[in-house]
Every structure is written in structure tokens, then in C-alpha cells.
């Protein structure tokens, strides 16, 4: 099994930044074979969006409503995927979570973390 687990959310001001953390732990042989990375996010009475992706092989791709202020990465050494978050903005509050498709397109789910941009 693997497990996805989110750090970093919290609360920051408008233009503020904020770097999510998805730590994956778990069987090596499954998290080798992950397809893909992804943050999500939910916000009250919305539905779940997709804010941004990474591949295997580090390709990646974002909501429009987030392109150029966010930035997904993985480090691989340390099983961590992240979401740099900059020029954030009171739209962006939502509990962010990360999820994960392995090669048998099975998805890992995260509990998600909690992002308020409030002044």
C-alpha cells in the first residue's frame, strides 16, 4: 500500500505564498510505479478542481485559474511531491489534497490540507 500525506497548508495573507508538501510513503515497488502526481483542491460548496500534475517522466500541467503563480515539483530522493504556491488570492482558499495513479490505475488519496488566503 501507499499513503499520501499533506503538510504546509495554513493561513496567509493576499499575495502571500505557501508551499504544500505530499509526503509518499509506503511499498517502493508501487511508488516507483506511480503514472502520476496531482493536487486537487475542494472548496465549500464547490466542486473538486484539479490545480496542477506532474508525470513520471516530469511533464506537468495546470488549472488556467493557477498557471504562472503555482508550481508542481517532485523529489524523488525524498518521495515528496510539492505545490509552490505564489501571488495567492482569496479564490485559492480550498483544502488542497493530493492524490496518485499507479500502473494498475488505482488512485491514492491524501487527507488534505487546509489553505485560507483571508486578510
Known amino acids: 500500500q501507499v499513503q499520501l500525506v499533506e503538510s504546509g497548508g495554513g493561513l496567509v495573507q493576499p499575495g502571500g505564498s505557501l508551499r504544500l508538501s505530499c509526503a509518499v510513503s509506503g511499498s517502493i515497488f508501487r511508488i516507483n510505479a506511480m503514472n502520476w502526481y496531482r493536487w486537487y483542491r475542494q472548496a465549500p460548496g464547490k466542486q473538486r478542481e484539479l490545480v496542477a500534475g506532474?508525470?513520471?517522466?516530469?511533464?506537468?500541467n495546470y488549472a488556467d485559474s493557477v498557471k504562472g503563480r503555482f508550481t508542481i515539483s517532485r523529489d524523488n530522493a525524498k518521495n515528496t511531491v510539492y505545490l509552490q504556491m505564489n501571488s495567492l488570492k482569496p479564490e485559492d482558499t480550498a483544502a488542497y489534497v493530493c492524490?496518485?495513479?499507479?500502473?494498475?490505475?488505482?488512485?491514492?488519496w491524501g487527507q488534505g490540507t487546509q489553505v485560507t488566503v483571508s486578510s
Open positions: 492524490s496518485a495513479l499507479d500502473s494498475t490505475y488505482y488512485k491514492y
Open positions: 506532474i508525470t513520471n517522466s516530469g511533464s506537468t
